[in-house]
């Protein structure tokens, strides 16, 4: 019976110690998930400050097993935007340089080929519905983190704090018709209502 006990307690160890490790890794997971949502609403509401008759703007356009957290259409163009929310107090660091983008010294291209994948969805969905070929502008917003971009390079991809978006989308120039920026809001209006009804 001896032999028993020790058996019993051993599994008992060894089921705690599991317990424990799941209970951790899922208390993680539901931390990032509510930093990622807050990270979500916090830059939903400085592009919602943007919104007018010229600006539109749309949260959380679901595609196939994944998401567009914002989208915008606006005479100053169509611009697919990713949210990222971090600790400010851990001191992370992005660094885009040469096309590549580094996330605290390591290569980090998950994040680029996250906002090229939202880019041609709404690239295809917006040809399928309005029969033309929009171009894409591919942000991503990143709160709490550094961001270095020593070339400023801006052509493919805005990595840009939730400040400077604002600046840059300010300084950009017209590409299209505020009656475009009108027709192409209702045809993914209209989209977004049938995909959730």
């Known amino acids: 019976t001896l032999a028993m006990a020790i058996m019993f307690s051993v599994f008992t160890g060894i089921f705690?110690?599991?317990?424990?490790?799941?209970?951790?890794?899922?208390?993680?997971?539901?931390?990032?998930?509510?930093?990622?949502?807050e990270g979500e609403?916090?830059?939903?509401?400085?592009?919602?400050?943007?919104?007018?008759?010229?600006?539109r703007v749309f949260h959380d356009i679901c595609g196939d097993c994944f998401n567009v957290d914002h989208l915008i259409i606006s005479t100053k163009g169509i611009f697919t935007i990713e949210t990222k929310h971090y600790d400010r107090k851990k001191g992370y660091k992005f660094l885009f340089q040469?096309?590549?983008?580094?996330?605290?010294?390591?290569?980090?291209?998950?994040?680029l080929n996250q906002m090229d994948g939202e880019a041609n969805f709404i690239h295809e969905k917006l040809n399928a519905l309005c029969g033309r070929d929009y171009?894409?502008?591919?942000v991503?917003?990143?709160?709490?983190?550094?961001i270095d971009n020593p070339q400023n390079e801006f052509s493919n991809y805005w990595i840009l704090n939730e400040n400077s978006f604002p600046k840059f989308f300010a300084n950009t120039k017209?590409?299209?018709?505020?009656?475009?920026?009108?027709?192409?809001?209702?045809?993914?209006?209209?989209?977004?209502?049938?995909s959730v009804d």
């Open 16 to 37: 705690l110690i599991y317990g424990i490790r799941k209970s951790i890794k899922l208390l993680r997971h539901i931390r990032n998930c509510y930093k990622g949502m």
């Open 41 to 55: 609403r916090l830059v939903g509401e400085t592009l919602n400050k943007l919104s007018n008759d010229s600006v």
């Open 98 to 111: 040469n096309g590549k983008l580094m996330f605290n010294g390591h290569q980090c291209a998950t994040l």
């Open 135 to 138: 171009p894409i502008q591919k």
């Open 140 to 146: 991503a917003i990143i709160i709490g983190a550094y």
């Open 174 to 194: 017209e590409s299209l018709t505020i009656d475009e920026v009108r027709s192409i809001a209702n045809q993914i209006r209209e989209w977004i209502k049938v």
